[in-house]
Nanobody, 132 residues
Framework: QVQLVESGGGSLQAVGSLRLSCAASEYTYSTSCSGWFRQPSGREREAVAGTDGDGTASYADSVKARFTISKDKAKNTLYLLMNDLKPEDTAMYYC??????????????????????????WGQGTQVTVSS
């Protein structure tokens, strides 16, 4: 059974940095696409960063140049490094992964266009709260 377990969230002041981790079991990130979504309170979940089947990264405009998505093959872990955090980055953050490369979107970048149904596996979420 595939499990994605996030960690690394927390509360901090603006301009600080956090690194979110998403450890996978019974799943290999290098064989498919994955991404990070966030859902502010009362709003829809949105894709903020993704890595497609070829490893190409994509980002939502709101986080471009501040967030970096990466994978550690040895640890089978997906990361999201978040720098220069802003209060508007406050949200629950979720990692997501597709079961096979064939399921990955090919006509649009994962961020910001991926739909929730593009991904079969989801983590439980980790809260990030940024104060001004």
């Amino acid at each position: 059974q595939v499990q994605l377990v996030e960690s690394g969230g927390g509360s901090l002041q603006a301009v600080g940095s956090l690194r979110l981790s998403c450890a996978a079991s019974e799943y290999t990130y290098s064989t498919s696409c994955s991404g990070w979504f966030r859902q502010p309170s009362g709003r829809e979940r949105e894709a903020v960063a993704g890595t497609d089947g070829d490893g190409t990264a994509s980002y939502a405009d709101s986080v471009k140049a501040r967030f970096t998505i990466s994978k550690d093959k040895a640890k089978n872990t997906l990361y999201l490094l978040m720098n220069d955090l802003k209060p508007e980055d406050t949200a629950m953050y979720y990692c997501a992964a597709a079961p096979f490369r064939a399921y990955c979107p090919t006509t649009y970048p994962i961020a910001p266009y991926a739909r929730l149904v593009d991904f079969s596996y989801w983590g439980q979420g980790t809260q990030v709260t940024v104060s001004s």
